[in-house]
């Protein structure tokens, strides 16, 4: 593993250049201001850890999902090495914030698929979904009602029929319904997150 | 718009009926407020629903289950189980009471107050579905559902106002709910979010046209697309609204009128067909009617009459229909050669309610003599001719209404005996409906002008039919059978015998004279002039009372009655003792008084009866008194023949009886 170091100005150039050649969707000015709260954010060290971004995530987006917020700091770290690093830090932002419909269904995709093995099988969506019946009849087995919700989000969204999303299951579903985008737990912004932290790094006369 | 009562009780009786079949039809048309009561319906909608439990199919088990989610889980689990329900067919009634049974309006409902905008979309595309039943719209109102509706209506989220805007044109479909969405400011926030959408679409109208806009920023696909379908569902919803007088007004008020005006020039007929549903909904105000011309809707309506979408013609059509009741809009519609389209609906044979709009509109656009003749080009004569064979009761009311005004002009009454018109026509005398009855006998008032009409009429009995509908209890079908009568008895040869052949008629033609209603009464007295032509008749109607009543009449102000009243006085002069009995039945003073009406065609008609009169000393005596000479003089030298005739006539025999008076005196 490496180890962190300070973050250069060439670093810095270094990663705008490369940024803009990968066609993210923030104009130059706009990296520059997302690498500055990143400096902010890692005390300017050039890679950003589990803990910091999760802490990221629950202060600026009010996220509270634990196994969610974990599998959002996977999709942002492409290379898999544990840590954030500055390009993939805007990277995952252009997706997380501006995304267009078919990245983002390929990125909460990426974040359901627990294992990462292509699928998201029935065990991984009970996990996903372990918490989100509140009110349950008192003789009822909790587990019965999640069960029964998996199947019902499988008989909805499997069109394969081999009992697990596939990519192309997970596409084509969330293209005939798009409210099935986060269907099994929240992954993007809301509205006013999203607004609330485009304004701390957008300048006033870039476009809409 | 003179659309039968009779059509809309048996609309509502229909409905009625309906409530115990199990099949709800998906365009189910109540009737407009200002006719129906809606006390009773309300209590035993209430009722309905309880199915038997043992023939309930899955889908009902299934969507309960998942109104138990949207119950008890968290956001994720409610898109899941919303997303789920709408699999189901919530068209139908099993899954829709599903639904409601287990609270699930409730929930859905209390979605639409959360923050969170997946939730309220999917809520509200549940919610648009299942509210196209009725017993469900009145559920949602109940709860509340209205208000919250309304006020999503002023949410950022385009997809969200759209839906809430679509769900509310489905819930105020009854008079309740169209009071609630009023009463919260609805009408102002609907033309609000069509507003929103209006500039957006202008520039779109102009970029098709190739014209060049100001705008700055380039306006994408899907973003068209999207105010589209807010314009659709806004102006569904007004269209929904506009049933209600007072949302009329409201709607007036909030400037809906230029707004819809704009509306209608777009491409999109999505946008148009509920556009012009309100406009005809609101054409039976005077106030929109003007509107609606004056902001150039007339040249729109005329084009869209040309679509080749069935809906938009329909609504056209009948915004026409109600239209036209304008003469200033009957000639537009004429300049803008809106005629020709409508005489090609008439071939729609099979569309029904396109029909009846179309001959409705050809109707009322008759009235103008200058359409009239441009109908005759067009040969729409014949086609309507053709459709005195239709089962429909509405498109028969309304081709038999176009045909009388049509039959004003010879040539047409001629054409539609030459199309096998006029038999039909007759046959219509023995139905049920008042407004075709008021129209037929209207058509063979004017076609028994014609003489080679006159005898087809006769041979099928057609004097009779007309003489029967004397004992209908309403006055506008008896008042237009006796104006109906009167060209019969003058052009039917030996109509007196005829007359006097129908048992009791000439009894019952007199006992009208008690009528309260001014245009029987004239109607009658009209025909009373030609039955007395007849001397026998006359003897015999001088026997039922005929001159004390018409004695007694002669006290009203009403021009078309006196007109007619002094030709049946002037008639019934030649009889007996008749001169004598009017005198003293103080029919004479009143009568001078009638040369003083602006109405020139009453003096014609009131110096024959003067002069009839006058051939009894007495009566010269009453109307000398009364001051008659100097009225008579100044029409001595007036234009009219008959008049110049009767007023010299009359001034002689009085000036007689003086002389007389004089040389008695001084023997």
């Not at chain 2, 030609?530 to 003897?539: H, T, V, Y």
Request: glycine share 4%; with cysteine; hydrophobic share 40%.
């Amino acid at each position: 593993m490496t180890t962190a170091h300070h973050i250069t100005r060439k670093a810095v150039q270094v990663a705008i250049d490369d940024l803009c050649a990968k066609k993210v969707h923030f104009g130059k000015n706009e990296i520059e201001a997302l690498l500055n709260i990143y400096k902010t954010i890692t005390k300017n060290q050039d890679r950003m850890d589990r803990l910091k971004f999760r802490d990221v995530l629950h202060n600026s987006f009010d996220m509270t999902d634990d196994i969610l917020m974990d599998r959002v700091f996977r999709a942002f770290d492409r290379d898999n090495d544990g840590y954030i690093s500055m390009t993939e830090w805007v990277e995952g932002l252009s997706i997380f914030l501006r995304g267009t419909h078919e990245e983002k269904i390929r990125y909460a995709f990426t974040v359901y698929d627990l294992n990462g093995d292509g699928y998201i099988s029935r065990e991984e969506m009970f996990q996903m979904l372990k918490t989100s019946i509140i009110k349950q009849p008192s003789e009822e087995d909790p587990d019965e009602g999640i069960k029964d919700l998996v199947e019902i989000a499988l008989k909805k969204m499997d069109k394969d029929h081999d009992s697990r999303l596939s990519f192309q299951d997970f596409h084509d579903s969330v293209l005939a319904d798009p409210l099935l985008l986060e269907c099994f737990g929240q992954c993007l912004p809301d509205h006013k997150r999203k607004m609330a932290f485009e304004s701390t790094f957008k300048k006033t006369n870039t476009f809409y | 718009m003179e659309k039968a009562k009779d059509t809309e009780n048996t609309k509502k009786k229909e409905i009625v009926k309906n409530h115990s079949s199990s099949k709800l039809s998906v365009n189910h048309k109540e009737p407009s407020d200002e006719s129906s009561p809606e006390s009773d319906e309300e209590e035993e909608l209430a009722e309905r629903g309880r199915q038997d439990q043992s023939d309930l199919p899955s889908e009902y088990w299934q969507i309960q289950k998942l109104v138990k989610y949207l119950k008890g889980g968290n956001q994720t689990a409610t898109i899941i189980a919303l997303c789920s329900m709408r699999d189901f067919n919530l068209a139908q009634e099993a899954c829709q009471f599903a639904i409601r049974d287990v609270g699930g309006l409730e929930v859905l409902i209390n979605l639409l107050d959360t923050e969170d905008i997946k939730c309220k979309i999917g809520s509200l595309q549940i919610l648009k579905e299942i509210s196209k039943n009725p017993y469900i719209r009145r559920s949602i109102a109940d709860l509340g559902g209205l208000q919250t509706m309304v006020k999503i209506l002023t949410e950022q989220d385009k997809d969200l106002r759209c839906l809430a805007a679509e769900t509310i044109a489905n819930v105020a479909k009854f008079k309740r709910a169209r009071k609630v969405v009023r009463q919260n400011n609805g009408i102002r926030m609907l033309v609000g979010l069509l507003e929103s959408v209006k500039i957006n679409l202008q520039h779109a109208v102009n970029d098709h046209k190739g014209i060049k806009t100001h705008s700055h920023h380039s306006y994408s696909q899907v973003e068209l697309v999207k105010d589209i379908e807010i314009a659709r569902c806004g102006a569904s919803a007004l269209w929904s609204l506009s049933k209600s007088k007072k949302n009329k007004h409201e709607m007036r008020r909030s400037g809906v009128i230029p707004l819809l005006a704009t509306l209608l020039k777009s491409p999109h007929e999505s946008i148009c067909i509920p556009v012009v549903g309100t406009l005809q909904e609101c054409a039976s105000e005077a106030s929109y009617r003007l509107a609606i011309r004056t902001e150039g809707m007339i040249f729109d309506l005329v084009e869209n009459l040309r679509s080749s979408n069935d809906e938009l013609q329909m609504h056209c059509a009948n915004a026409i229909f109600k239209c036209a009741e304008d003469k200033d809009t009957r000639d537009l519609i004429r300049k803008f050669k809106g005629l020709d389209p409508l005489v090609k609906l008439l071939s729609n044979r099979d569309n029904k309610p396109l029909l009846a709009a179309a001959t409705g509109a050809i109707w009322k656009c008759s009235i103008s003599k200058e359409n009239v003749k441009r109908f005759q080009e067009l040969k729409a004569i014949e086609s309507l001719v053709a459709l005195l064979g239709d089962p429909t009761e509405e498109v028969l009311i309304n081709t038999v209404g176009a045909l009388a005004e049509c039959a004003q002009e010879p040539e047409n009454r001629a054409s539609m005996r030459k199309s096998g018109g006029i038999s039909p026509l007759v046959n219509l005398l023995t139905g049920t409906n008042n407004q075709l009855l008021v129209n037929t006998c209207k058509a063979l008032a004017q076609c028994a002008q014609d003489q080679d009409n006159i005898s087809i009429i006769e041979r099928m009995d057609g004097v009779r039919l007309l003489w029967s509908l004397l004992k209908n209890p309403n006055t506008r079908v008896q008042a237009s059978a006796a104006w109906a009568i009167c060209p019969c008895i003058k052009n039917i040869r030996d109509s007196g015998e005829t007359v006097r052949n129908f048992v009791g008629g000439l009894e019952l033609i007199v006992s009208l004279l008690k009528s309260h209603d001014i245009e029987v009464l004239a109607s009658v007295c009209a025909a009373i002039g030609e039955i007395a032509k007849d001397e026998e008749n006359l003897a015999v109607i001088t026997d039922h009372g005929v001159v004390p009543m018409l004695a007694g009449l002669t006290d009203r102000n009403d021009d078309m009655l006196r007109k007619n009243l002094t030709e049946a006085i002037a008639q019934c002069c030649k009889w007996g003792k008749n001169r004598e009995l009017f005198g003293s039945q103080n029919a004479v003073a009143p009568l001078v008084k009638y040369l003083k009406s602006p109405n020139s065609d009453v003096h014609a008609s009131t110096a024959k009866a003067l002069h009839q009169l006058s051939k009894n000393p007495a009566n010269c005596i009453v109307m000398h008194e009364n001051g008659v000479v100097r009225l008579l003089l100044g029409m001595v030298g007036s234009t009219d023949e008959v008049l110049q005739e009767n007023s010299a006539g009359c001034i002689s025999n009085i000036r007689r009886l003086a002389l007389a008076n004089e040389k008695a005196r001084n023997a």
